[in-house]
């Protein structure tokens, strides 16, 4: 089993910045595609931010030029440095993954998500 742990989240005002981990354990060969995606109440799950393992970057529009994406490949880690934060932020961030177990199954795997809120 594969287990995604996220954290970082929090309250924050506008303008200001936090830094999301996510952390991949479990029985892992290796893994490709990382990223990170966002709900907000109301409102379907969205993409914010991918990075494939050879370090190439996806980002949403809203979120170009505040938001950075990286990983530490050697401690299975993704993270997500957001700035300048807005209100419109807000949302649950889910962590996702695709993982090749040791016997060369891939699957796609979700973290439970982190708290992210922006106040005015």
């Known amino acids: 089993q594969v287990q995604l742990v996220e954290s970082g989240g929090g309250l924050v005002q506008a303008g200001g910045s936090l830094r999301l981990s996510c952390a991949a354990s479990g029985s892992i060969f290796s893994i490709n595609a990382m990223g990170w995606y966002r709900q907000a109440p109301g409102k379907q799950r969205e993409l914010v931010a991918t990075i494939t393992s050879g370090g190439t970057t996806n980002y949403a529009d809203s979120v170009k030029g505040r938001f950075t994406i990286f990983r530490d490949n050697a401690k299975n880690t993704v993270y997500l440095q957001t700035n300048s934060l807005k209100p419109e932020d807000t949302a649950v961030y889910y962590c996702?993954?695709?993982?090749?177990?040791?016997?060369?199954?891939?699957?796609?795997?979700w973290g439970k998500g982190t708290l992210v809120t922006v106040s005015s």
């Open positions: 996702n993954a695709f993982v090749t177990t040791p016997d060369y199954h891939g699957m796609n795997y």
